[in-house]
């Protein structure tokens, strides 16, 4: 599975992003697509998560009710809709896939692209 993430850019507080999550690959379906994050000097933390089918999600507890995340599986692509940003958000955000939603590391990864929030 190949995986091409985009959406990334400089926003100010309060505003919105739409992140985008490419995925490649015959089996790129079957497969569970994470969002995660890094921020300068901090370590790698999840953000959310979204189920073959799209019937399932998982969220990091500082993003819901902010954060959406849908998937087009005749796209093959999962979108991470965000809201009201805050300038803790800024971080380099990778998408990711595995087929266990809880795994540690995913097995498949992305680039990333860089979110930045203004105060």
């Known amino acids: 599975v190949q995986l091409q993430a985009s959406g990334g850019g400089l926003v100010q507080a309060g505003g919105s992003l739409r992140l985008s999550c490419a995925a490649s690959?015959?089996?790129?379906?079957?497969?569970?697509i994470g969002w995660f994050r890094q921020a300068p000097g901090k370590e790698r933390e999840f953000v959310a998560a979204?189920?073959?089918?799209?019937?399932?999600?998982w969220y990091a507890d500082s993003n819901k009710g902010r954060f959406t995340i849908s998937r087009d599986n005749a796209k093959n692509t999962v979108h991470l809709q965000m809201n009201s940003l805050k300038p803790e958000d800024t971080a380099v955000y990778y998408c990711?896939?595995?087929?266990?939603?809880?795994?540690?590391?995913?097995?498949?990864w992305g680039q990333g692209t860089q979110v930045t929030v203004s105060s």
């Open positions: 979204i189920g073959r089918s799209g019937g399932s999600t």
């Open positions: 990711a896939a595995d087929l266990n939603p809880h795994s540690d590391p995913y097995d498949y």
């Open positions: 690959g015959r089996t790129a379906s079957l497969y569970v």
